[in-house]
């Protein structure tokens, strides 16, 4: 592990000037580094400015993470603004004079045998996105997304006569009770309706930033710039567009067949909008993990699956690096961090009781297990995979843990839960399409009206999650992207997970057949961390390719058989 804390001359807090200072100094050693026979000074150099990343990068996860704690907090606001507006162009600076010179060095092959060949092909991903003449319009991206998360942060809706946050709203959808299901419903759109002109209003400036940029760099649009910005070397749009069309011919089927079967169950030809979220045949009843139960639970699952993860959860509680229970004015979603210059992996939830907390839990849990297992890893470019293959860590520890689940839950419920998980993950691939595909057509229509955005989530959203009606809601169709935080701040960051599930769902497979085999890949590949590209994660875990094209129908003939769609078959584990 580098960490920065070692360094004498480490400051209290990190100012721009310290910054731009330390890189002056990296960079008038490029020339003698340059010059030397052999590449040790190169190496030397890179030591260095690894060690200064990963300080200020974690630098800047503390202050974004405190940030995330309480959005309306002024202090830590004016922090997390200093980092956004001052600290990061300064970093991105000197990094991009940093990365240029590196990949045209002749000693880049010395840097790429000492930590490997994907360092070199990750840095180059970085050159266009960590172009200076951009600098001023990610500060002013970075900002508009923080406008975005404020505001959503502070949002509050009334159901069923109290006044509760949009995440409990959400949560409340999946209630039994009929009627408490359309008031939640009804109630989270209608806040995200409300506030359309705003939150449009942040993502068309956000839109026109990014195509400025993909203009600035000679690009016709932002979408080449967008997969440089998820750091991809293993495939592009055109194999995006493969992966949908095998979702569209195999998984929205077998979507269609649970969504007849779930409305049949409640009694309607066609399953509503507001009933979506609950399955008579698979939902649990709202409260029933409480969040003062839910650490506790989760630690018993770890030890049981391995001591190795347990020790990592209970490091984790000891040192208060879960932040665990929904509030107000908290950030939401979920996510988790990397504190590499301490060593140290911190996750960030929104737990409100229901079982989707389990889900999020275990998900980010994932995250922080490949976090602690790469720690090793010198690169801190290198700790973390592409997010595409990051993924499969998170999603994959959702299936690995289920058969715990019965430390949550009791043994009817927690067989529901672990069918429920499949039917999630049919849903899931399904909607990230409709996200993906709808990127692509807003950063290749740049110029489109907010009407004409809502209209294209529509129509999208029709090909990929048909069988839902929102007769007299139409509207509520295309809110639903407003609250989908990703569009905003990380554009093309969503196909990742329909790529991982498909590894995810192949270690459950392997799990169902040998629970040791499958605890040993996922600790293998949490231990490769970033250094393979996502193709090549695949398969040293032995599991077939996302662009397989047989693939997609294999996983849905085994996810339908597990939920019981009539003609539906399994498939083996991968060899």
């Given amino acids: 592990m580098i960490a920065y804390k070692h360094f004498s001359d480490r400051p209290e807090t990190l100012t721009a000037e310290f910054v731009r200072e330390r890189y002056r100094a990296l960079a008038g050693r490029i020339e003698q580094a340059e ?20 300080y200020v990068g974690s630098e800047g996860r503390r202050i974004y993470y405190a940030l995330s704690k309480d959005m309306n907090d002024p202090r830590r606001e004016a922090a997390d ?21 590196l990949i045209a060095s002749r000693h880049k092959d010395g840097i790429a045998e000492r930590y490997s060949r994907q360092l070199i092909r990750i840095l ?12 001023t319009l990610r500060v002013e991206a970075a900002d508009l997304v923080n ?82 910005g998820m750091g991809r070397t293993d495939y592009g749009p055109a194999q995006a567009a493969l992966f949908r069309a095998a979702v569209r011919e195999y998984a929205v089927p077998v979507q269609q067949q649970l969504y007849q079967n779930q409305a049949q169950a ?50 984790m509680r000891s040192e208060g690096l879960i932040d665990l229970e929904n509030r107000k004015g908290k950030r939401a979603g979920a996510y988790c961090t990397n504190l590499s210059d301490e060593g140290r992996v911190a996750i960030f939830c929104n737990s409100t009781g229901d079982a989707s907390d389990v889900a999020t839990l275990t998900h980010e ?35 690995l843990s289920l058969r715990h689940a019965g430390e949550f839950f009791s043994a009817e419920h927690a067989e529901r839960f672990g069918r429920l998980r499949w039917k999630r993950g049919v849903d899931l691939i399904c909607y ?57 701040f990380a554009p093309f960051y969503y196909i990742d997970y329909a790529i991982a599930e498909t590894g995810a769902m192949q ?31 695949f398969a040293a875990a032995g599991l077939r390719s996302p662009f397989d094209p047989t693939l997609m129908r294999d996983l849905m003939a085994h996810a339908a058989g597990v939920l019981g769609l009539a003609g539906a078959g399994r498939i083996p584990a991968p060899s």
């Fill in 35 to 54: 010059q030397a026979g052999a590449p040790d000074a190169w190496l030397a150099l890179y030591a260095d400015w690894n060690a200064l990343k990963s």
């Fill in 81 to 101: 603004k200093y980092i956004r507006e001052q600290v990061t162009p300064a970093a991105e600076e000197g990094d991009s004079t940093l990365v240029n010179a």
């Fill in 124 to 135: 180059e991903t970085t050159v266009e996105p960590l172009a200076p003449v951009n600098s």
């Fill in 147 to 228: 406008r975005y998360d404020k505001r959503v942060a502070s949002g509050e809706v009334e159901v069923d006569g109290r006044t509760v946050t949009l995440m409990v709203a959400r949560n409340l959808q999946n209630s039994e009770h009929a009627p408490l299901r359309r008031q939640a419903f009804e109630a989270y759109r209608r806040w995200f309706l409300r506030e359309r002109e705003a939150l449009a209003g942040i993502y068309h400036e956000l839109v026109q930033l990014r195509d400025r940029m993909a203009r600035n760099l000679g690009h016709a649009n932002f979408v080449r710039l967008g997969y440089l």
């Fill in 266 to 315: 409640l009694g309607t030809p066609i399953l509503k909008a507001w009933d979506v979220e609950y399955d008579p045949a698979l939902s649990l009843p709202g409260g029933i993990v409480p969040v003062g139960t839910q650490l506790d639970a989760l630690q018993r699952v770890f030890d049981k699956l391995s001591p190795q993860l347990g020790a990592h959860f209970t490091r």
């Fill in 365 to 399: 849990m994932g995250h922080a297990f490949q976090a602690w297992e790469s720690q090793e890893i010198e690169a801190v470019d290198l700790h973390w995979p592409t997010s595409d293959a990051g993924e499969i860590h998170s999603m994959g520890m959702e299936f």
């Fill in 432 to 488: 990230i399409c409709v996200v993906d595909e709808f990127q692509h057509w807003v950063y290749e229509h740049a110029q489109a009206s907010h009407d004409e955005r809502d209209a294209a989530w529509r129509r999208i959203w029709d090909v990929y999650k048909p069988g839902i009606d929102f007769g007299g809601v139409e509207d509520y169709k295309h809110a639903r992207w407003y609250a989908q935080g990703h569009l905003f």
């Fill in 507 to 537: 270690l459950a497979l392997v799990d169902a057949q040998d629970h040791e085999r499958a605890m040993k890949v996922f600790l293998d590949l949490c231990r490769i961390g970033g250094t393979k590209s996502v193709l090549e994660i």
